[in-house]
């Protein structure tokens, strides 16, 4: 062994400094304590956040203070207010309530539409008139240009009735008008007055 250290006692010298060198490295670094990253937290603020929480906790609490005068006589109107109107809510039920006991009155009999006399007429000329309305105005037996040119407001006022969203449609979009050129076969005076048919 000794002959061996003589022969590579260069390497061995080396080998002992690295091995000093990390050593003391270690020793250094691993000795230190880890750097503390900050995380804030509410006393960073600074005492006067905590003491003005304090002095708010510490406070006794508000004195109690009187209502006014007429405080109670206007909680004795509202309490009159709200027993009239749950009366009047009692009343309306027990009238519906009777309602629905009584049997059904008979529907008074519609006249039936008169049925149109010749062929149909194409009622989609009629400007505002669209498919779910002709299906509609069909169902209703109305086919002709002469039915339609013949409607009174009465008759306009009826038929809103069972338009639903398309109530008023009728009356805005002149179909009365409409259909009385188009019965003629006023085609000028229509596409003058409505537009290009």
């Given at each position: ?51 003005r929480n304090q002095s708010l906790i510490d406070t006794p609490p508000a004195a109690h203070i ?57 009622l989609r000329k009629i400007k505002g008139l669209g498919p779910k309305m002709l299906t509609l ?61």
């Open positions: 062994m000794v002959q061996m250290i003589e022969a590579n006692w260069l390497i061995f010298i080396a080998a002992l400094l690295i091995g000093i060198v990390v050593a003391y490295w270690l020793f250094v670094h691993g000795a230190k304590p880890h750097k503390r990253q900050h995380r804030p937290d509410v006393l960073d603020e600074g005492t006067g956040p905590a003491k009187d209502p006014p005068a007429m405080a109670g006589t206007m909680a004795g109107i509202g309490e009159v207010i709200a027993v009239a109107a749950q009366e009047e809510v009692d009343a309306a039920q027990e009238r519906k309530e009777e309602e629905q006991q009584r049997p059904p009155a008979e529907p008074a009999p519609q006249p039936a539409p008169a049925p149109a006399a010749g062929e149909p007429d194409d105005l069909h169902s209703l037996g109305i086919t002709r240009f002469e039915q339609i040119a013949g409607w009174t407001d009465a008759d306009l006022d009826e038929l809103d009735t069972k338009l639903g969203s398309f109530a008023g449609r009728p009356r805005r979009d002149n179909w009365v008008e409409q259909a009385r050129l188009l019965a003629d076969g006023n085609t000028a005076g229509y596409e003058e007055k409505f537009g290009k048919l």
